[in-house]
């Protein structure tokens, strides 16, 4: 019998999760798989820096317009698929199809032009006519994608990897990545997965940064469908969108993205200015007071930090020695869209690895 492996990954968010789950679906050796992090799906409490739990979790698809894009693009199209399997499988997993309407004042021409792989395996994809856009819009589209509960969704990976996988999970503050070969000896590949890109002799990536997303969870009318999310972009380049989360998750209106903003509170200026936003996009969303006042019933307010990477989302291989690393981080506001596709090309780079090397 062959020796068994053992696989770590560092980091329990999304895209740490998902490659732990493609791996343990796909990869047939015999081998252990463990994660270390210092927040997992199921603390009592989440803190901003654990960017997973937060997201509102939607897939819109973007223009590729370099090739880190078209990388990236190719591996949401992987988490799409995926999910449409998860959505009818395993509804549990909060995974959902609904309509996505995408408003855009000025649209750029890549987006005009349906370019760069923007409409490439999306299904029901049109453009909308004009009589259908609000005013102030000048271009519309519209097509059937996922969203899903956050919380939930990470929720039912650490389970699944937990209970059918045997992944072991252990609770740790990681201060570089060669501390981490020192602490576990048989380490035999470890995948880096922590969001800013921890390095072998500690620090972050220097190429990495964040961006700060505030959002607000409302409760919506009780006759709300909860069957499509929406995004819209402003002249000066705002973002505002709606997404609902299954299994009775509320919905997300948000946002900000505030590059290299580090408050980890809530900011009342940000909450006024979404509420002022939300107001004239998404009505619907209201409630009605006793005397006619129009409201969103605010569950709560959301801050989390994207990490986000100058050149992309890296995803390859590092080696120190007889150290093996497989990056896997950087995914800014893309951590879901990416997830499964990403840890699918983690494991492709480990089987590269293994039918290279003996590691």
Partial sequence: MSEQKHIVIVGAGVIGLSAALAISEHLTIPHKLTIIASHFPDDKVYVPEYTSPWAGAHFRPQPATNEAQRREAKMTR???????????????????????????????????????????????????????????????????????????????????????????????????LKNLFHRIEDCSVLINCTGKGLQYHGGYDHKSFSIRGQTLLVRPPKEYAMDKTITHQSKNGEWTFCIPRPLYGGVIIGGTKQVNDNRSQPRERDSIDIIKRARELFPELMKTKGRGEKYFDVERVNVGFRPARKEGFKVEIENHGDSVIIHAYGAGGMGYELSYGAGMKVYELMSQLLTRTRL
């Fill in 78 to 176: 992987v988490t799409q698929a995926y999910f449409k399997k998860l959505a009818e499988t395993n509804p549990e997993s909060s995974v959902k199809f609904v309509e996505a309407i995408e408003y855009f004042d000025e649209p750029s021409e890549d987006y005009l032009n349906c370019s760069g792989g923007y409409s490439q395996d999306i299904e029901n994809f049109h453009i909308l006519s004009d009589h259908d856009l609000p005013p102030g819009v000048t271009f519309g589209t519209s097509y059937t994608a996922w969203v899903l509960n956050a919380p939930l969704y990470i929720q039912f990976l650490q389970r699944k990897l937990k209970m059918q996988y045997n992944v072991q999970f252990v609770k740790a503050k990681i201060n570089s």
